[in-house]
């Protein structure tokens, strides 16, 4: 052959061999990027990414080829998991309602307030009453005396978290958990009581924490918390001002064939008509044949259900 045909054919060679790697790399590309689609759409979706179709990789594997557990490292995915080590309880609760008995358990959200909490517990108090407080957290000496009362004076102490910032607070369950435990540590520091019980501010389910409840009440469960929602509402928050006589008629009146009433309350700043309200409500209570109680995590909770 002439050295042109050499030529002729090296060129061909050279050709075909890039052609075929540029295919393969094209191949692999295609490839790692549909698995890497699936696994933006698993983590997206439902956070769970089943390694078992993708072969024996192990985890290292996978990470050093495509970066991917790497990235969700980076993303905190779950890694809250394993912080908070302060937030766990023992989940050692065993429900003692008797459904036959009617029984009311008041609660008090948003406090203390120096004036609203020291009102309420003179007159739980007066009439030998326990009530529930969950509390945000306040740094003040005379709102640091209040978490101590409610406990000295035997009533339950329950957190609503430290900020009762919905947007703050929803934002991811990272997010939720540090402002829980700045909270709980607050009271436990103060009171030498750990809370165990808890309320979610807005209640378990609504429109901030839509996307993100279910895995905060997953992991606040997993760590041996209660949360409690209400089936009675005492309208206290459902305007700037709201007289006492229709606080007292809300509590009093409604759910009148309820056996048992978990009645929401606020306790915070503004709720003054709500310590006015207090004494006729006790009464009330007791001459329909209540009795009032703290909660414990002994009593069955009042949840909402999920949303569909
Ligand atoms: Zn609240």
Same mark, same amino acid.
């Given at each position: ?51 078992? *179709? ?8 996978? =990470? ?32 003692? =309602?008797?459904? =036959? ?24 108090? *007066? ?14 000496? *005379? ?52 809370? *165990? ?110 949303? =569909?």
């Amino acid at each position: 052959m002439s050295v042109r045909a050499w030529k002729r054919v090296i060129t061909l060679v050279v050709i075909l061999i890039i052609v075929s790697l540029t295919a393969g790399l094209a191949m692999v590309t295609a490839d790692r990027k549909t698995l890497e689609n699936e696994f933006d759409e698993a983590m997206k979706n439902e956070h769970i990414v089943d390694l078992s *179709e993708y072969g024996q990789m192990t985890r290292e594997e996978m =990470d050093g080829l495509f970066g991917y557990f790497g990235k969700v490292k980076s993303n905190g995915f779950m890694d809250y998991q394993t912080k908070y080590s302060n937030l766990y309880v023992e989940n050692d609760f065993q429900f003692t =309602d008797n459904p =036959d008995e009617k029984i009311c358990y008041l609660t008090f959200d948003d406090g203390p307030d120096r004036n609203n909490t020291a009102r309420i517990l003179d007159t739980l108090k *007066e009439y030998d009453v326990k009530a529930t407080f969950f509390v945000i957290y306040k740094d003040y000496k *005379e709102e640091r005396e209040l978490y101590k009362r409610i406990v000295e004076e035997g009533h339950t102490i329950g957190v609503h978290t430290a900020s009762h910032n919905y947007n703050k607070i929803y934002a991811s369950v990272d997010a939720y958990l540090d402002d829980f435990e700045r909270c709980s540590d607050q009271v436990e520091q103060i009171t030498g009581v750990k809370p *165990e019980i808890f309320r979610f501010p807005g209640g378990s389910v609504n429109s901030y924490n839509v996307g993100v409840y279910m895995e905060i009440i997953a992991e606040m469960t997993r760590r041996g918390y209660t949360y409690y929602d209400w089936n009675i509402g005492s309208g206290d928050a459902s305007a700037s001002y709201v007289a006492s006589s229709k606080i007292v008629d809300n509590v009093l009146n409604t759910g009148k064939s309820l056996n048992k009433k978990i009645v929401l309350f606020h306790d915070g700043t503004g709720h003054k008509t709500t310590a006015d309200a207090l004494p006729q409500i006790i009464e009330g209570l007791l001459a329909q044949g209540y009795k009032i109680e703290a909660l414990t995590k002994d009593v069955e909770p009042v949840c909402f259900g999920y949303m =569909d």
